[in-house]
T-cell receptor
Framework: GEDVEQSLFLSVREGDSSVINCTYT??????LYWYKQEPGAGLQLLTY?????DMKQDQRLTVLLNKKDKHLSLRIADTQTGDSAIYFC??????????????FGAGTRLAVHP | DTEVTQTPKHLVMGMTNKKSLKCEQH?????MYWYKQKAKKPPELMFV???????INESVPSRFSPECPNSSLLNLHLHALQPEDSALYLC?????????FGSGTQLSVL
């Protein structure tokens, strides 16, 4: 299909780990991304992974990539209330020397409760 | 510095008005983008400029007119908009594999 798919909502308790999942469409996508959007704000690039990697860790964030299943996940360790936001998965559809065309998933709303 | 600056942050306009959204980056990025985001939806690509030339127009209505005066600036000129054009308009710029977004202009068309 043409869509990048994500579950729409995730609720976790403060201090627990959060795992947000994404299924992308194009096995030849070279880069896959996770963006965070807080209410009324723009998109913040959280992390990204190159397709020849299986895992990337950056402080509390761990990205796992399963190319065979076209599955991407973002794990947030020790989730805090400040992590409450919408998380978008994105893949590159077109990458030229001049620009990148990204396709976004619908976004997963993460709610962190005490 | 990974900052993309957009002005204004909020804009209310009537259907007969002409207004412009502005975007600026000083990271030396040669690709700049306009996205439109409706509430509770992902961003949708509108336009891409690469090396100050329009590279992608995603079949956007002519009431939206982009302009790239130089490599640091990107404008979006608005004329005769409809209420359904109310949305968050996001500017972005990129270098290599990273795409950075501004905080957006929240546009309301009355």
């Amino acid at each position: 299909g043409e869509d990048v798919e994500q579950s729409l909502f995730l609720s976790v308790r403060e201090g627990d780990s959060s795992v947000i999942n994404c299924t992308y469409t194009d096995s030849s996508s070279t880069y896959l991304y996770w963006y965070k959007q807080e209410p009324g704000a723009g998109l913040q690039l959280l992390t990204y992974i190159f397709s020849n990697m299986d895992m990337k860790q950056d402080q509390r964030l761990t990205v796992l990539l399963n190319k065979k299943d076209k599955h991407l996940s973002l794990r947030i360790a020790d989730t805090q209330t400040g992590d409450s936001a919408i998380y978008f998965c994105a893949e590159i559809k077109v990458r030229t020397g001049g620009y990148n065309k990204l396709i976004f998933g619908a976004g997963t709303r993460l709610a962190v409760h005490p | 510095d990974t900052e993309v600056t957009q002005t204004p942050k909020h804009l209310v306009m009537g259907m007969t008005n002409k207004k412009s959204l502005k975007c600026e980056q000083h990271m030396g990025h040669r690709a700049m983008y306009w996205y439109k985001q409706k509430a509770k939806k992902p961003p949708e690509l509108m336009f891409v400029y690469s090396y100050e030339k329009l590279s992608i127009n995603e079949s956007v209505p002519s009431r939206f007119s982009p302009e790239c005066p130089n490599s640091s600036l990107l404008n979006l000129h608005l004329h005769a908009l409809q209420p359904e054009d109310s949305a968050l308009y996001l500017c972005a710029s990129s270098a290599q594999e990273k795409l950075f977004f501004g905080s957006g202009t929240q546009l309301s068309v009355l």
